[in-house]
């Protein structure tokens, strides 16, 4: 069977984690701090905080920015659930706009509009690696006074050109961006996640909401020669991340410019090879942003029906997904009045569709993601688009 993804985890991995086990000490502590270091350093951020995951992280960022009961944050409805219940968790309200169908990545035009009185954070996603239009985005967020905070889950990797310069994406551009290292991405730590900001007051409260809110940390205590009584001076929360989950990320990152490098080679190969099938969409790379591919998602011909090629490909041993969700259409979500673009008692959208989100339903079902992993081989790429010819062949009902 060809995978979707493959982790790349090995001795380097292995002796990270038993170093860790010997040294007594696996709670967030050092090797949480030297990860951190490492992190800002490879993208060239001031400031970045690990935590428990991305969905995490998003939490912490919005609260950062003043996002509480009553805001609207503007953000997508495509994307994974968890930017949107980060959004409902901190109390406000998301306030979903479409996508631009070439990128798959929210369309800047549609911001203003939606911009109310109660608007307190545009939470913008780099979707499947793709960097968002960063500079129109962050444009309006200054014109409004509003923070602009980025998920970059799956943009370990990503850049993004910038005043004439490829930056990473997560340096950040917006006010902070939170990465994932869930196994689907490229970097893992099984789970876990990172905060990188501009703002050194942000930083120091997401370090203390993540460990309790505590005045004193343990690691300082632990090391202290004289007796320290810590307070909990807010209301915090355990958001942390272990050291050895954070000493593979160290091991991961060391990877992570070869990954990238063999993934957009794959992508290149990629695009020759599928020029053959007529009517396939490949995604848009715009002259500014340099993807780090973390899933690689056609559209499908006209006439072809999304679960039958999927079927028809993992009969041939080939996995797939579909494109990514759209919130909206989720029963945790659909029931919602305010889950339509506009207010649903009076847009006449039923429960489950909305005509204002008509780009991010047509992702969702016309198109799928190829199994892509910088480990690949050649003919399991060649395998993976011979299968997709087939099922676009035997499915198109044309
Ligand atoms: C994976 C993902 C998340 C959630 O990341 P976790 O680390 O699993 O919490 C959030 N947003 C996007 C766009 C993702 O792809």
């Known amino acids: 069977m060809i995978p979707i993804i493959k ?54 960022a919005l609260k950062a920015a003043g996002v509480g009961e009553g805001n609207e944050v503007i953000t997508v409805s495509h994307s994974f659930i968890a930017t949107a219940n980060s959004i409902r968790h901190s109390g406000a309200t998301p306030v979903f706009v479409d996508i631009d169908p070439a990128t798959f990545n929210m369309n800047p035009d549609l911001i203003e509009r939606v911009i109310t009185p109660r608007t307190k954070a545009i939470l913008c996603v780099h979707q499947i690696g793709m960097p968002c239009d960063l500079g129109r985005i962050t444009e309006i967020g200054r014109k409004h006074g509003i923070p602009v905070i980025e998920d970059a889950a799956c943009a370990a990797g990503s850049e993004i050109l910038w005043n004439g310069s490829w930056e990473k994406i997560g340096k950040p551009h917006g006010d902070a961006a939170c990465f994932s290292f869930h196994p689907r991405k490229l970097l893992t730590t099984g789970e876990g996640g990172m905060i990188t900001t501009r703002h050194a007051e942000w930083d120091a409260r997401f370090r203390l909401w993540r460990q309790h809110a505590m005045s004193v940390p343990d690691t300082v205590r632990h090391g202290a020669k004289q007796v320290i009584f810590e307070s909990y001076v807010e209301l915090g929360y355990n958001f942390r991340m272990t050291d050895i989950q954070a000493a593979v990320g160290r091991a991961q990152l060391g990877k992570l410019l070869r990954i990238v490098e063999e993934r957009r080679r794959r992508v290149g190969r990629y695009r020759e090879l599928l020029q053959g099938i007529a009517g396939l969409g490949l995604a848009m790379e715009p002259s500014w942003a340099r993807s780090n591919w973390q899933s690689f998602a056609v559209r499908l011909p006209e006439g072809c029906a999304q679960r039958d090629v999927m079927q028809s490909m993992l009969d041939d041993g080939v996995s797939t997904r579909r494109g990514v969700m759209a919130s909206h259409r989720e029963p945790a979500y659909a029931r919602e009045p305010w889950s339509c673009g506009e207010d649903r008692s009076s847009c006449g959208c039923s429960a489950g569709t909305c005509r204002l989100l008509r780009e991010s339903e047509i992702a969702q079902d016309h198109t799928i993601v190829l199994p892509l992993y910088h480990q690949m081989t050649d003919e399991e790429q060649d395998k993976v688009v011979e299968s997709l010819q087939r099922a676009v062949t035997s499915t198109n009902k044309r």
Do not use: M, Y
């Open 7 to 60: 982790p790349d985890l090995d001795d380097r991995e292995l002796n990270a984690i038993r170093r860790v086990l010997g040294s007594g000490w696996v709670a967030q502590g050092p090797e949480v701090k030297a990860f951190e270091d490492d992190f800002a350093r490879h993208l060239g951020a001031s400031h970045a905080c690990a935590v428990s995951s991305c969905t995490t992280a998003l939490f912490l």
